[in-house]
C-alpha cells in the first residue's frame, strides 16, 4: 500500500504563490503517476494535473495550465504543484493521488490540504 503525505498549503494573498508538496511511501514500485486535484467548498473536485514518474511527462487540465506548474523529485519520491499567480477562485483543498500501474486508476489519496487566497 501507498502513502502520501502533503504539506505546503495556508493563507495566501491574491497574487502570490505557493508551493505544495505529495511524499510518497510503501509500495511505490507499484506507482505509474501523481496527479493533484482540488475541491473548493460546495464544488466538484476537479483535475489540476498529472506526472508520471518515469519520464516526468505531465498533463494539465485547462482552469491552471499556465499557472500551475508539477514537477517530481524521484529520489525523494515526491511531487509538487508550483502555484503562481494565485487568486481568489484557486481557493480550495487540495489533494494528491496516487496511479497505480496497473489499473492505471488513482487508488491512493492523500489527506488534503487547505489553500485560502484572499483578495
Known amino acids: 500500500q501507498v502513502q502520501l503525505v502533503e504539506s505546503g498549503g495556508g493563507l495566501v494573498q491574491a497574487g502570490g504563490s505557493l508551493r505544495l508538496s505529495c511524499a510518497a511511501s510503501?509500495?511505490?514500485?507499484?506507482?505509474?503517476?501523481m496527479g493533484w486535484f482540488r475541491q473548493a467548498s460546495g464544488k466538484e473536485r476537479e483535475f489540476i494535473g498529472s506526472?508520471?514518474?518515469?519520464?516526468?511527462?505531465?498533463y494539465y487540465g485547462t482552469s491552471t495550465k499556465g499557472r500551475f506548474t508539477i514537477s517530481r523529485d524521484n529520489a525523494k519520491n515526491t511531487v509538487y504543484l508550483q502555484m503562481n499567480s494565485l487568486k481568489p477562485e484557486d481557493t480550495a483543498v487540495y489533494y494528491c493521488?496516487?496511479?497505480?500501474?496497473?489499473?492505471?486508476?488513482?487508488?491512493?489519496w492523500g489527506q488534503g490540504t487547505q489553500v485560502t487566497v484572499s483578495s
Open positions: 493521488a496516487h496511479m497505480n500501474g496497473a489499473t492505471m486508476e488513482y487508488d491512493v
Open positions: 506526472i508520471s514518474w518515469s519520464y516526468g511527462n505531465t
Open positions: 510503501g509500495r511505490t514500485d507499484s506507482s505509474y503517476a
